[in-house]
């Protein structure tokens, strides 16, 4: 499995992440530290330090701060280029200032990673090799050449050569691992927040899709009666209407074009009014619902109940609650497996006392095997797994999103899900004919989705009631 992640941290995507205001902040807190340290060690402590180049280290930084302050506004983001010369300056700065005060000797040479670590949360990963090696280099220089400590009467203060060696090996050691561990997580943090927003795109759209249709049922509903009576005064003045004049055939247009607003009006009113079955519906015809986008894409979808084909008067079924999670959740589950099922596509419902069940499978090629562990993840590729699905969808990229937008969306409404693989028994992979698709196994790709009953099915005083009244709305113009 490789992650594709890092395909998305272009500069484009991860560029002007920095703001100069928070580089600025920071460096006036190291000018502050780097002051007090200086002072502290040549009068305090009696250490020899050349304090005419240590503060024009020290007032370099200032002075960078001072003009990046005058020049650019507090609120100015920085590019990528800006921000690794920016932290190049405060890598530079710094280990100046070490080298004037003993180099590795100097126990503040652990603020070297600052630089390397805040590159490999915000920057690319060629800024924080460039860095990261720039950072080496230095290091390496000043564990050989730096100016050594003195006491004020001029005694050396030495440490044995293998403690310099230590550090020198702990430092290469810190900027590998720290760089490598920040980069880690805030490539998943800016994954994960791509695909969150997807998730809600997904989800606002699912619930303006539903607001809509309740607007759309309501309105046919409404406009049913005008149009019968435009459709019936027409036809009764078509028979005083003379044969043949221009009047008839304005009548019978009008009757024409009532009849087609009609069929119109009753295809957009199928979803139903206004009742308790736009709030909660039984669970195989909220799954047929969300499968009804991929029914006729070639692939023959079984909806089974308890293991038998579902009927369409089928009874004793629990009745849930009609969320835009549930519904898009699961049209993305089924989504995915007619677009690699072979022929068939198998929907399972069954349930229990406490429990739920909806298990999703196909005749596919399954999910890869070191995938597994890993669906439901945003941003993801399998190895090969381009050539190996192409007969089933060429089209393919193999990111996740999709899945993980399922996922999301299906946990928000408490269900647990797991993937898996089929077995070849009794079912038709490669090629081989199923016996009875009715009561095949699925032998590719399966999703199981478990919810407590209690979480999503309606309560029995709800599921049944008369039909709410119909909402008012002002059609005319004005």
Same mark, same amino acid.
């Given at each position: 499995?490789?992650?594709?992640?890092?395909?998305?941290?272009?500069?484009?995507? #991860?560029?002007?992440?920095?703001?100069?205001?928070?580089?600025?902040?920071?460096?006036?807190?190291?000018?502050?530290?780097?002051? %007090?340290?200086?002072?502290? %060690?040549?009068?305090?402590?009696?250490?020899?330090?050349?304090?005419?180049?240590t503060s024009f280290a020290i007032a370099a930084s200032a002075a960078f701060n001072i003009i990046s302050t005058l020049v650019h506004p507090e609120s100015k983001r920085l590019s990528e280029r800006d921000a690794a010369l920016t932290l190049l300056f405060d890598l530079l700065q710094l280990c100046a200032l070490l080298f004037l005060t003993g180099g590795l000797t100097n126990p503040f040479s652990i603020l070297v990673l600052v630089p390397v670590t805040i590159c490999a949360s915000a920057l690319t990963l060629r800024a924080t090799i460039a860095l990261a090696l720039i950072a080496v280099a230095l290091i390496s220089v000043m564990a050989?050449?730096?100016?050594?400590?003195? /006491?004020?009467?001029?005694?050396?203060?030495?440490?044995?050569?293998?403690?310099? &060696?230590?550090?020198?090996?702990?430092?290469?050691?810190?900027?590998?691992?720290?760089?490598? /561990?920040?980069?880690?997580?805030t490539v998943?943090?800016?994954?994960?927040?791509?695909?969150?927003?997807?998730?809600?795109?997904?989800?606002?759209?699912?619930? +303006?899709?539903? %607001?809509?249709?309740?607007?759309?049922?309501?309105?046919?509903?409404?406009?049913?009666?005008?149009?019968?009576?435009?459709?019936?005064?027409?036809?009764?003045?078509?028979?005083?209407?003379?044969?043949?004049?221009?009047?008839?055939? @304005?009548?019978?247009?009008?009757?024409?074009?009532?009849d087609r607003c009609r069929d119109i009006l009753r295809a957009l009113g199928s979803m139903g009014k206004d009742d308790t079955h736009l709030r909660f519906?039984?669970?195989?015809?909220?799954?047929?619902?969300? %499968?009804?986008?991929?029914?006729? +894409?070639?692939? +023959?979808?079984?909806?089974?109940?308890?293991?038998?084909?579902?009927?369409?008067? &089928?009874?004793?079924?629990?009745?849930? #609650? #009609?969320?835009?999670?549930?519904?898009?959740?699961?049209?993305?589950?089924?989504?995915?497996?007619?677009?690699?099922? @072979?022929?068939?596509?198998?929907?399972?419902?069954?349930?229990?006392?406490?429990?739920?069940?909806?298990a999703v499978g196909d005749d596919g090629p399954g999910y890869p095997p070191d995938m597994l562990g890993r669906i439901g993840d945003p941003f993801i590729r399998a190895r090969g797994t381009a050539r190996s699905m192409q007969p089933a969808r060429p089209e393919y990229e193999g990111m996740g999103l999709g899945l993980f937008i399922a996922k999301t969306l299906l946990e928000r409404s408490g269900a647990h899900l797991t993937f898996a693989n089929g077995s070849e028994e009794g079912a038709g992979r490669s090629g081989?004919?199923? &016996? @009875?698709?009715?009561?095949?196994?699925?032998?590719?790709?399966?999703?199981?989705?478990?919810?407590?009953?209690?979480?999503?099915?309606?309560p029995r005083s709800e599921t049944r009631g008369p039909l709410a009244p119909n909402p008012s709305f002002d059609l005319t113009d004005r």
């Open positions: 499995m490789s992650d594709s992640s890092d395909t998305l941290l272009t500069n484009g995507a #991860r560029s002007d992440w920095i703001r100069l205001r928070t580089l600025i902040l920071l460096r006036w807190l190291a000018v502050s530290g780097q002051s %007090a340290a200086v002072l502290v %060690a040549h009068y305090l402590l009696d250490i020899d330090l050349p304090l005419d180049l050989v050449w730096h100016v050594p400590l003195r /006491y004020g009467d001029g005694t050396p203060l030495t440490l044995p050569p293998i403690y310099t &060696a230590g550090v020198w090996t702990a430092l290469m050691i810190s900027i590998v691992f720290l760089a490598l /561990y920040a980069r880690r997580v998943e943090t800016f994954t994960m927040s791509q695909a969150l927003v997807a998730t809600q795109m997904a989800l606002a759209r699912e619930q +303006r899709l539903t %607001a809509l249709g309740g607007l759309v049922a309501a309105a046919a509903h409404e406009l049913g009666t005008p149009l019968a009576t435009i459709k019936l005064t027409a036809s009764e003045l078509l028979r005083d209407a003379e044969p043949g004049s221009e009047l008839r055939e @304005d009548l019978e247009l009008i009757r024409d074009q009532s519906a039984p669970v195989s015809a909220l799954v047929e619902e969300a %499968a009804e986008p991929h029914a006729e +894409r070639g692939k +023959r979808i079984v909806l089974r109940v308890g293991g038998k084909p579902c009927a369409a008067d &089928a009874g004793g079924q629990p009745e849930i #609650r #009609r969320h835009p999670e549930i519904i898009h959740g699961l049209r993305n589950l089924i989504q995915n497996a007619v677009d690699f099922a @072979d022929s068939h596509v198998w929907i399972d419902i069954d349930w229990d006392e406490e429990m739920l069940r909806i081989a004919p199923l &016996a @009875d698709p009715d009561l095949a196994r699925p032998p590719g790709a399966i999703a199981e989705v478990v919810w407590p009953r209690a979480m999503i099915e309606a």
